[in-house]
C-alpha cells in the first residue's frame, strides 16, 4: 500500500517571516494519514526543519548539485541538504530544465547524488503544450523518465511527479483521463525498467495547479498518489485543505 504524498514547492518565494505558515500547516495537521513535506528555499530548509522538529510535516530541498562538494559556487551537494533536515529533494523541475538547461543526463546525476545522501527524489517530468498538441506526451516522459531515472529507484528513494508544463502556475489541469493515461504510462514504464516490486511501491504524484477546489478530484484518479504544489503550499489554510483532500482520498 503506498503511502499518499502531499509536496509543496515554495519555489523562490518566502523569506524567515514565512515560517510561520509551516508552523500553522503543522499544528493544524498534527497526523495527517499522508505524509507532508514542504520544500522551501534553501535559505529556509535549516531554520523550517528546526521549527517543524518533532511534527509530521517534512523539509526537503528544491534542487542538489551532482557532486558531493568542490569548485562549484553557489551550489548546494545533497549531502549539505541532508545535514540541516531536507529528507527529499525535487530534481528535474520544469522549471530548472529551462532556466539552468538541465539536461536528463544531468538530472540523473543528480538523482543518483541524492540517493547517495540518503534523500527521497523528487523527479519531475512531463510535456510542454506543443508536445501534448503534436500528440507526443507519452514519448516526452518516457525519454525524461529513462533519461533522468538512473537504475537503482526504488520505493523508499524515489517519487515520479507527473507535472504538465502548461499546467504548471496557469490554473489550467489536464482531464482526470489525460492525468490517469500518464501514470498508467509511468507506473508500466516503471515496472519495465525495475521491476513490479519496485514499480507497485513507487508514488506517482500529479502536479500543476492542484488546488483546494480541484484536489478532490484529482486524488479521485487511479493511480495518483498525491500531489506536488506550486503556489497553493504557500498558505498553510490552501495546503492544508489539500492535504485533508488526499486524506480523504
Ligand atoms: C510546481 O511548481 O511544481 C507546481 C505544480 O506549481 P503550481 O502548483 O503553482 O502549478
Redesign the pocket.
Known sequence: MRRKLAAG?W?MNGLTADLGEAETLATRHPDPRSEVVICPPATLIAPMAARLAGSAVGVGGQDCHAVASGAHTGDIAAAMLADVGARHVILG?SERRADHHETDAAIAAKVTAAWAAGLTAILCVGETEPDRDGGRTLDVITAQLDGALPEGAQADNTVIAY?PVW???TGRTPSAAQIREVHIHLRDALARRFGAIAAEGIRLLY????KPANAAEIFAIADVDGA?????SLKASDFGAIIAALDAA
Open positions: 514547492n519555489k523541475h507535472e499546467a504548471i502556475g502536479g500543476g495547479s492542484v506536488l504544489v506550486g503556489g497553493a
